[in-house]
């Protein structure tokens, strides 16, 4: 049985970080590791802005940027390897480095970014990364295996955001990677990239390797998924936000799904969901604190807090929706979710009257079709900057008064949209982006402190 081990960016950030999660590889090599990398911390930001360069035509800046990375990966090697870099490492990563070089002449000289050529580009952080990584390993003594993702992980072609095909994955690691994985040696692989059925590469959108971590585990019914970071596990909320929030040891899969979906950073929202169908444990960890505190996510949480944890995300933007025809509320909604579901929008938090809607929709959703479509059945306000804190637990269903204490913490915030989501462990609240930290930490001091 294996054990999937994902790195991300700040664990893999330099050449320190590096031997340190080579440190932890190297004592879990009786466990079958596969390593699932990300990007040298901030490498793939540094991709997108060479790729917005390039097809600006801002020469210069796409240069400093590849030089840049170029430059990084390279000191990292030298340090790695005490200034004697073999000349496979050196030629593996120029050749990489090559691949990125030529796609942004491509898109330089049509002056066009296609989503396609975006994913080839920012595909190349994790590319270099697990070059390096892996390298490394095999110079301390490691019995390792670089492995290119896009062998199995088959997606769809949303490139940018690429819908994995899960019983594609399934059967390609079978027939490809897991003959790879045993005891005493390790596998190393990228997270966050794939490839569609003809071969082009995809990207699974942004922080997507939690979600390549997962996805790997349950194609080869992994015994663990550990997510490796720079934090001892999920906190009670962001410790940015809040400094007094506190390590989770237990959680369930519900809730983690609901944090990540509503913000904490810490997990890719769709991470949890493959763990989730194969029953695989999560577990998130610190990297330079591995003997420390971590969250378990699994089934079944037997805590019995009432709160678990609270996450903030923002900006969103308001739409409300009130009914000009005397439309009853059925119709009313039937007629505005068509608009949604046929403009591919979705919403988060939705909140009801007889005939007026209130939703959520990201920042970056496309407000002006919207509202050309949503005016033919609806009189439409568009409120931006907004922000969803949401409070999780599973036991909020079978507590009463947790709105009131919430409301009364906030005191003279302005709640402009609150709902229970579906499944009663989110209580959502909507209010304006400038008070999110401070209604975040009022709402820790409330329920935590
Ligand atoms: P990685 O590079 O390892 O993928 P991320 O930066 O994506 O790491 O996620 C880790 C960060 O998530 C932490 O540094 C922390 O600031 C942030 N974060 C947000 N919400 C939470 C939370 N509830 N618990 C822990 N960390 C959180
Ligand atoms: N490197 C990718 C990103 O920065 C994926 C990841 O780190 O999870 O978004
Ligand atoms: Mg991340």
């Given at each position: 049985?294996?054990?999937?081990?994902?790195?991300?960016?700040?664990?893999?950030?330099?050449a320190a970080?590096?031997?340190?999660?080579?440190?932890?590889?190297?004592?879990?090599?009786?466990?079958?590791?596969?390593?699932?990398?990300?990007?040298?911390?901030?490498?793939?930001?540094?991709?997108?802005?060479?790729?917005?360069?390039?097809?600006?035509?801002?020469?210069?800046?796409?240069r400093?940027?590849?030089?840049?990375?170029?430059?990084?990966?390279r000191?990292?090697?030298a340090?790695?390897?005490?200034?004697d870099?073999?000349?496979e490492?050196?030629a593996?990563?120029?050749?990489?480095?090559g691949?990125?070089e030529?796609i942004?002449?491509?898109?330089?000289?049509?002056?066009?970014?296609?989503p396609?050529?975006l994913?080839?580009?920012?595909?190349?952080?994790?590319?270099?990364?697990?070059t390096?990584?892996?390298?490394y390993?095999?110079?301390?003594?490691?019995?390792?295996?670089?492995?290119?993702?896009?062998?199995?992980m088959?997606?769809?072609?949303?490139?940018?955001?690429?819908?994995?095909?899960?019983?594609?994955?399934?059967?390609?690691?079978?027939?490809?990677?897991?003959?790879?994985?045993?005891?005493?040696?390790?596998?190393?692989?990228?997270?966050?990239?794939?490839?569609?059925?003809?071969?082009?590469?995809?990207?699974l959108?942004?922080?997507?390797?939690?979600?390549?971590?997962?996805?790997?585990g349950?194609?080869?019914?992994?015994?663990?998924v550990?997510?490796?970071?720079?934090?001892?596990?999920?906190?009670?909320?962001?410790?940015?936000?809040?400094?007094?929030?506190?390590?989770?040891?237990?959680?369930?899969?519900?809730?983690?799904?609901?944090?990540?979906?509503?913000?904490?950073?810490?997990?890719h929202?769709?991470?949890?969901?493959?763990?989730?169908?194969?029953?695989?444990?999560v577990?998130?960890r610190?990297?330079?604190?591995?003997?420390?505190?971590?969250?378990?996510?699994?089934?079944?949480?037997?805590?019995?807090?009432?709160?678990?944890?609270?996450?903030?995300?923002?900006?969103?933007?308001?739409?409300?929706?009130?009914?000009?025809?005397?439309?009853?509320?059925?119709?009313?909604l039937?007629?505005?979710?068509?608009?949604f579901?046929?403009?591919?929008v979705?919403?988060?938090?939705?909140?009801t009257a007889?005939?007026?809607?209130?939703?959520?929709?990201?920042?970056?959703?496309?407000?002006?079709?919207?509202?050309?479509?949503?005016?033919?059945?609806?009189?439409?306000?568009?409120?931006?900057?907004?922000?969803?804190?949401?409070?999780?637990?599973?036991?909020?269903?079978?507590?009463?008064g947790?709105?009131?204490?919430?409301?009364?913490?906030?005191?003279?915030?302005?709640?402009?949209?609150?709902?229970?989501?579906?499944?009663?462990?989110?209580?959502?609240?909507?209010?304006?982006?400038?008070?999110?930290?401070?209604?975040?930490r009022?709402?820790?001091?409330?329920?935590?402190?």
């Open positions: 049985m294996s054990r999937v081990m994902k790195f991300g960016g700040s664990s893999v950030a330099d970080c590096m031997r340190q999660a080579g440190e932890l590889v190297r004592r879990a090599l009786p466990h079958a590791p596969l390593v699932v990398l990300s990007a040298m911390g901030k490498s793939t930001d540094a991709l997108f802005r060479a790729a917005r360069a390039a097809s600006n035509g801002r020469h210069s800046d796409a400093r940027e590849v030089d840049g990375l170029a430059e990084r990966h000191a990292s090697a340090e790695l390897f005490a200034g870099v073999p000349a490492v050196h593996s990563l120029a050749q990489h480095l691949d990125l030529r942004l002449q491509g898109v330089e000289l049509l002056h066009e970014l296609s396609r050529s994913d080839a580009i920012a595909a190349r952080g994790e590319l270099l990364s697990t390096l990584f892996a390298a390993l095999a110079s301390i003594g490691v019995d390792c295996d670089w492995f290119d993702a896009r062998g199995v088959r997606t769809d072609e949303r490139f940018g955001a690429a819908t994995p095909d899960a019983p594609a994955l399934a059967r390609l690691s079978r027939e490809k990677l897991a003959a790879r994985l045993a005891p005493g040696r390790a596998v190393v692989t990228q997270g966050y990239i794939g490839a569609c059925a003809d071969g082009a590469t995809t990207t959108g942004r922080g997507g390797s939690d979600y390549s971590a997962s996805l790997f349950a194609a080869l019914a992994s015994d663990e550990q997510i490796w970071t720079d934090v001892e596990g999920v906190f009670t909320c962001d410790p940015r936000v809040v400094p007094q929030a506190r390590s989770i040891p237990e959680l369930s899969f519900a809730e983690a799904a609901e944090l990540a979906a509503f913000g904490a950073k810490v997990l929202p769709s991470t949890i969901q493959p763990a989730v169908e194969a029953r695989i444990p577990t998130v610190h990297t330079q604190r591995p003997d420390g505190r971590f969250t378990t996510i699994r089934e079944r949480s037997a805590a019995t807090r009432t709160v678990t944890a609270l996450a903030g995300r923002g900006p969103v933007t308001v739409l409300t929706l009130s009914s000009t025809r005397m439309l009853d509320a059925s119709g009313f039937a007629r505005i979710f068509e608009v579901g046929r403009l591919g979705s919403v988060d938090v939705v909140s007889e005939v007026a809607v209130s939703v959520t929709v990201e920042r970056d959703a496309p407000l002006e079709t919207l509202r050309r479509e949503l005016e033919q059945v609806a009189r439409v306000e568009i409120r931006p900057e907004r922000a969803i804190v949401a409070i999780v637990g599973e036991r909020l269903r079978e507590t009463r947790i709105a009131a204490r919430a409301l009364g913490a906030l005191e003279d915030i302005d709640v402009e949209m609150i709902s229970m989501g579906a499944n009663e462990i989110n209580l959502s609240l909507v209010l304006d982006r400038q008070r999110e930290r401070d209604a975040l009022r709402l820790h001091a409330a329920f935590f402190e």
